[in-house]
């Protein structure tokens, strides 16, 4: 596949008897926002890990511009550990600095490269602080500082957004937006389902280590069944529940969200929403990111 996508290609791992991953297969393209969903334990920070390379896969590949990821190209992955990674007595600045000149940025270079990202990530007052002294959310500014300071080619971030406040949500869309826009593949995963449906150009969701949908929110939203949301304040609860055809997804107060199976005439829920009264509304729509993700991790949870 082509120059600049992260390839991951049928990657297993277990952790003795524990199936953490099972041929898991995504890409994710230059220029690209993908987010990368699941629930608790579901494969997503072992999937980050194996890309990294701080562990390795029992079977499958990870490919970045055509090729295996090697040492080399590890260096031009941007990444942000779940169980972050900064050296807490040193200083923003000079830990910066630090991680540039690791990844083989010369000196002046790396010096530029961590005040544009301090200034960029609203650090500035922060800079002489040591890491171990900052708030828990100016930590992890500096943790994505940290992600972005060798200029890597490829972002790889694990649950960036937790822990942020909405201001700090907003930069660091901004930030993961501007680098997507260089042509930089970037990769987060996060439990922020309305964050990631806003911004992604593309979600994987991952369930017992499998990946059970990958496509763009539009794809994965409007090949999901319709649904309807019915106002029917004279109905009695459950009014819905043996129409055939017909899933009651949610009963809140007046509110009837309904799914229909394939074939299933809304006019024969209209009619019947009217013949317990008055209806107030009735509206078709395609289930949102969040909806679709209750699905996904739930049917056949068993298998
Ligand atoms: N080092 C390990 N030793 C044993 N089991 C592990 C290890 N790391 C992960 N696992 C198991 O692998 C599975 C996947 O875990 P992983 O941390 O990748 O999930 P996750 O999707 O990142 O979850 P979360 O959203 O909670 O961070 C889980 O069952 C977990 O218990």
Redesign the pocket.
Known sequence: MGEGTLEIDRVS?R??D?V??DAVTFDVRPGELFGFV????????????IVLGV?AADAGEVRFDGGPVTHETRTRIGYLP?ERGLYPKMRVLDQLVYLARLHGVPAIEAHRSAELWIERLGLTERRRDEVQKLSLGNQQRVQLAAALVHDPDVLVL??PFSGLDPIAVDVMSDVLREKAATGVPVVF?S?QLDLVERLCDRVGI?RS?RIVACGSVAELTSGAAVRITVRAPAATYGWAAALPGVRVVAENGDDTVVELAPGTDDQDVLAAALATGPVREFTRHHPSLTELFRSAVTEGADT
């Open positions: 791992k952790f003795g524990v953490a991953l699941g629930s608790n334990g579901a494969g997503k920070t072992t999937t980050m890990r562990l779940e694990d649950e995963s439990h991952i280590g």
